[in-house]
């Protein structure tokens, strides 16, 4: 069983729709949790940064922690064709060692 | 302007010939670390670095070399490449006040 794992997609939807992003996680002692946003022939930036439960908002984008299921999300409320791309959810295996483990991406499609 | 430098960006070469992937940041960061991306299999660490003569082994190692001799510099070496080291290879260095991982453009592979 992968540590994270993530649906590839691709994921089409039209402009204005809201987004669900999912991943899941295996080892409960993971506290950080991450969702980096990758365009085409770019490296990953990131976008929002959340630590243990709950939720963390930022503009359009929602970051949500589930850690009794095991289950982090992003919600992208008003998607926008600007954010076609790859979104990779990852956590930090803490313990100092910066060890960071990335889901495989999904890749999502905001139609005009 | 705070960035994570690789070159090259595109590279083909043959089995055997030795490469150097080169990474810079400016930042003052302290932990570096280099990815390869595969499709299906997300972003997998190679190695990684905490400081400056400290690096240790990720996930996936075998086949690259690595050294730290300058903070801002972590070069990633293949001494002789096969055409199952065909990837794309990301450089990333660690914020050390907020976690943030940034990374490079990206360095794409071609080992024929």
């Known amino acids: 069983q992968k540590e994270v794992e993530q649906d590839p997609g691709p994921l089409s939807v039209p402009e204005g729709a809201i987004v669900s992003l999912n991943c899941t996680y295996s080892?409960?002692?993971?506290?950080?949790f991450m969702w980096y946003r990758q365009y085409s022939r770019k490296g990953p930036e990131l976008l929002m940064y959340?630590?243990?439960?709950g939720n963390k908002e930022d503009g359009r984008f929602t970051a949500q922690v589930d850690k009794s299921s095991k289950y982090i999300s992003l919600f992208i409320r008003d998607s926008q064709p600007s954010d076609s791309a790859t979104y990779l959810c990852?956590?930090?295996?803490?313990?100092?060692?910066?060890?960071?483990?990335f889901g495989t991406g999904t890749r999502l499609k905001v139609l005009a | 302007e705070a960035q994570v430098t690789q070159n090259p960006r595109y590279l083909i070469t043959v089995t055997g010939k030795k490469l150097t992937v080169t990474c810079s940041q400016n930042m003052n960061h302290e932990y570096m670390s280099w990815y390869r991306q595969d499709p299906g299999l997300g972003l997998r660490q190679i190695y990684y670095s905490m400081n400056v003569e400290v690096t240790d082994k990720g996930d996936v190692p075998e086949g690259y070399k690595v050294s730290r001799k300058e903070k801002r510099n972590f070069p990633l070496i293949l001494e002789s490449p096969s055409p199952n080291q065909t990837s794309l290879y990301f450089c990333a260095s660690r914020s050390g006040s907020t976690g943030e991982l940034f990374f490079g453009e990206g360095s794409r592979l071609t080992v024929l």
């Open positions: 990852a956590t930090e295996g803490g313990g100092g060692t910066y060890k960071y483990i």
């Open positions: 959340t630590y243990s439960s």
């Open positions: 080892n409960s002692a993971f506290q950080y």
